[in-house]
Structures are given as C-alpha cells and as structure tokens.
C-alpha cells in the first residue's frame, strides 16, 4: 500500500501568517491528491481536487500543488475560523488513503 | 448525497450491517469508499467497491475484517461486521468519487459495548 505522510503533525500560528502543510507519498501518485479540513464533531470538508483544485465556496486564502510524491497545501494568511485538522488523501481505483492528520490551532 | 444510516448500539460478537444510500444518476459507475474514525483519531481509509461489477478492495489493515458490498437496485452501499468488537467503535463515514470530487455522508456512530 502506497503511504501518506504528513507534517507537521500539529502547528501553532498567529492570525495572518502563512501556513504551510506538506503531505508526501511513497511512491508517485500524479496529482491524485485531495485536502481536507475538519472541526471536531463536523465531517471532513473537501478544500482542493487534484492537487491543486479550489473546490467551489473555498476561500481563496486556500491552495494546493505539488505532484508526484510531493504535496502541500497553504493557507496565504490564517484566519480564526481555519482553527481545524486538516488532511490529505490518495485516491485511486486501488485505494483512498489518508494522512494522519495536521492540527492547527492558534498562537 | 449520500445518506446513511442512524446510530447503532451492539454487544461484542454481533453482526451490524450499516448503509449508504446515494441520490443522483449513475451510481453503479462511481467508486464508493467508507472511512472509520476512531473516537479523537485521524481518518482511516477502509475500502472502496465499484458498484457496477462490484470490484471489491480492502486496505490491509481491514481486509477480513469487514465486508462492503452494494445492491445496485436501489443505490445503496453497505458495511457489515459478523462479529463486533469493542475496538470498532467509531464514527464511519462513507463518501464517492465523481469526476474527482468526494462527497460524503453524514456518519454513522457504532458503538459496541457490554
């Protein structure tokens, strides 16, 4: 089974930074490449597609590259309501697996 | 949307089948998946079926250990245990891929408990 890691495993950040979360595969997965963020009791939200793809009504604060084994997603200046795990996803039609998760939370 | 089954409570050793309906057109085309997330832990990925000829896959850490199937007939997905276990107390989600997009259920809460 191809392996996702993510780091780091939890972050603190001020209101307006730039925040940076990577997620890297074990081996090449294209741009099959989802992000999501989830608040406790809530279901996890999809943020970006294919790597890079800004789902509709996501802010734009919001963005995703990377391909092949490498990936990141950024928020461009971090806001109160982003307070949330966030977590990447490998899909294919062999498997669908998660990071384990990145928790951010405020300074 | 998918829409799935309400909470369940069972005692270790029983067997619970939970579901997932889908609404829209073309459900035996796009792959569906379930998710477990244990209580305060992270998204586990556990398999996913192609409902048209049923192309079943399991990741490793589930495999034999729960069964997805779907009834096509009337766009339901399923995820049925034969024998429960404290352990699988959980939240499961089920979601679908369509055209590169996942949607996802509203969860089922599992609790197994003596």
């Known amino acids: 089974d191809i392996q996702m890691t993510q780091s780091p495993s939890s972050l603190s950040a001020s209101v307006g930074d730039r925040v940076t979360i990577t997620c890297r595969a074990s081996r090449a997965i294209h741009t099959n490449l989802a992000w999501y963020q989830q608040t406790p009791g809530k279901v996890p939200k999809l943020l970006i597609s294919a790597a890079s793809t800004l789902q509709s009504g996501v802010p734009s604060r919001f963005s995703g590259s990377g391909s092949g084994t490498d990936f990141t997603l950024t928020i461009s200046s971090l806001q109160p309501e982003d307070v949330a795990t966030y977590y990447c996803?490998?899909?294919?039609?062999?498997?669908?697996?998660f990071g384990q998760g990145t928790k951010v939370d405020l300074k | 949307q998918l829409v799935q089954s309400g909470a369940e409570v069972r005692k270790p050793g029983e067997s619970l089948k939970i579901s997932c309906q889908a609404s829209g057109p073309g459900f035996s085309n796009y792959w569906i998946g379930w998710v477990r997330q244990l209580p305060g832990k992270g998204l586990e990925w556990m398999g996913i079926?192609?409902?048209?000829?049923?192309?079943?896959r399991y990741s490793s850490s589930f495999q034999g250990q729960v069964t997805i199937s779907a009834d096509r007939s009337i766009d339901t997905a399923y995820l049925h245990w034969s024998s429960l276990k404290a352990a699988d107390t959980a939240m499961y989600y089920c979601?679908?891929?369509?055209?590169?997009?996942?949607?996802w259920g509203q969860g089922t809460l599992v609790t197994v408990s003596s």
């Open positions: 979601l679908r891929l369509v055209f590169g997009v996942f949607y």
């Open positions: 079926i192609y409902p048209s000829d049923s192309d079943t």
């Open positions: 996803q490998k899909y294919d039609s062999v498997s669908w697996t």
